[in-house]
């Protein structure tokens, strides 16, 4: 069986389904022939932990752990937090940052280059170069953010001579949080020279999203692919029965600046007019969501409706996508995002049921939606048809009609993605 390493940090995984990207691809590489070597942080800095998902592990896989050393908890400590899991969904582009958390921004965007798992890079070279003499593997992977990781993969394979993927969940220095890392002219130049060292030098990049992949086209003479995010089959087996409501479900990260407030303006007139409506709706939010989206919520007269589920594990957060009457999926609101597939959009397409995507209708997920048939994008300020689209859905709710007829997913399974990703690396070693 042929090796692949795995430079990765989120291990176990945490957060939505394109973290779990090499979960699901190293569950389905052995029976595409390829045995999976995981390296990871011991101790990484994770907000969320979902330990069901490492039983997905295939049995045959490595896992090497080294520890490593992250500004983070100084932080937390210096700004009387008490560890993961007590920040916004994205404090890079909060809203509201306090002076603590200004002074923080700059010295982690100026001192921390490309990102503050940094100082992993040497330490994990240096161990990797002595591991690979006496355990060779054919072909090497980094997966990003933290673009550190990408270092790592492009410093082992210039020294091994071994092939390199860098898989790109989201892109670098055109990622929608950039330009709020109150960089320096000097830090700035250094990220766009560490990210045209990692295009040029990889021997193929991946993208998850056709929008990233004609930016990394533009930018390197490096072949660049594209593998999308997916969804596993065997987490949809299950069968949920409708408890009866008029389900709004959001499962994952909800940050603030992805905060629908035109929606909750449209449930609250609607509520206003219709009592049935009013007793039958209920937004689920199952999944790490900012203050200020509850607040917005609240504020709209909608407080007997929601139900804030908090983080669950990911059979949980699938329940709740399948029992949906319609999955609400907005962007967040930065021009930069409509490049930016989320994971969970794939999930939410072999839930089967009616997305509502609120953003840039331009976007790569529009792209997705309109192709696949599972749904639409409007507009953030589009009231008359988010208004409409909750009309449609609330009509074929009480018609007991809601199923989406999605077309053309199944190109967007794990299994099949694993594959094409399985033959990727048999064209670097032939």
Same mark, same amino acid.
């Given at each position: ?16 389904? !394109? ?63 008490? !560890? ?9 582009? !909060? $809203? ?23 100082? @992993? ?42 092939? @390199? ?106 509520? $206003? ?69 989320? !994971? ?35 507009? @953030? #300020? ?20 809601? #199923? ?27």
């Amino acid at each position: 069986m042929k090796r692949v390493l795995i430079i990765t940090y989120y291990w176990p995984p945490s957060g939505g389904s !394109g973290v779990q990207r090499w979960v699901k691809f190293s569950k389905y590489l052995p029976e595409n022939g390829w045995q999976p070597v995981i390296y990871t942080p011991s101790n990484p800095y994770l907000a969320l932990k979902d330990r069901t998902l490492e039983e997905e592990i295939p049995e045959c896989a490595e896992i090497l752990k080294k520890p490593i050393f992250e500004p983070y908890g100084i932080y937390s400590r210096l700004s009387g937090r008490k !560890g993961p899991g007590q920040e916004e969904v994205n404090p890079v582009n !909060g $809203r509201k940052k306090s002076l603590m958390q200004r002074i923080s921004m700059s010295i982690r965007g100026n001192l921390f280059i490309p990102d503050p798992r940094c100082m @992993w890079i040497a330490p994990s070279v240096r161990f990797l170069k002595k591991y690979l003499k006496e355990h060779p593997v054919d072909v090497i992977v980094s997966t990003g953010p933290p673009h550190s990781m990408h270092l790592i993969g492009r410093k082992t394979s210039l020294a091994t001579g071994i092939p @390199w993927i860098a898989d790109f969940r989201d892109p670098w220095t055109k990622m929608f949080y950039f330009k709020h890392l109150q960089l320096g002219h000097r830090a700035e130049h250094r990220h766009h020279v560490l990210e045209k060292k990692v295009l040029d030098d990889a021997s193929v990049i991946v993208a998850v999203s056709p929008v990233v992949q004609d930016e990394f086209r533009e930018m390197t003479s490096t072949p660049v692919e594209l593998i999308t995010n997916g969804y596993d089959e065997a987490d949809f087996d299950q069968v949920v029965e409708p408890d009866g409501y008029f389900n709004l479900v959001h499962t994952g990260l909800f940050a603030s600046d992805g905060n629908p407030d035109i929606l909750w303006k449209v449930l609250n007139e609607k509520c $206003r007019k219709d009592s049935e409506f009013r007793n039958m709706l209920r937004i689920r939010l199952a999944g790490k969501t900012d203050r200020e989206i509850i607040a917005s919520i609240r504020e709209c007269g909608l407080d007997r409706n929601l139900l804030d589920l908090g983080y669950q594990p990911h059979q949980t957060a699938v329940r709740e996508q399948k029992g949906a009457s319609v999955l609400i999926l907005p962007l967040r609101k930065e021009p930069e995002y409509r490049a930016v597939l989320p !994971g969970k959009l794939f999930e939410y397409l072999a839930s089967c049921r009616p997305v509502l995507g609120i953003g840039q209708t331009d976007s790569a997920m529009a792209r997705i939606l309109r192709q696949t048939g599972a749904g639409t994008v409007l507009d @953030w #300020d589009d009231a008359d048809g988010i208004s409409g689209y909750i009309d449609k859905s609330w009509d074929m709710f009480r018609k007991g009609c809601l #199923d989406s007829d999605t077309d053309n997913i199944a190109q967007y399974s794990r299994r099949a993605l694993t594959q094409r990703m399985a033959d990727l690396m048999e064209t670097l070693i032939k």
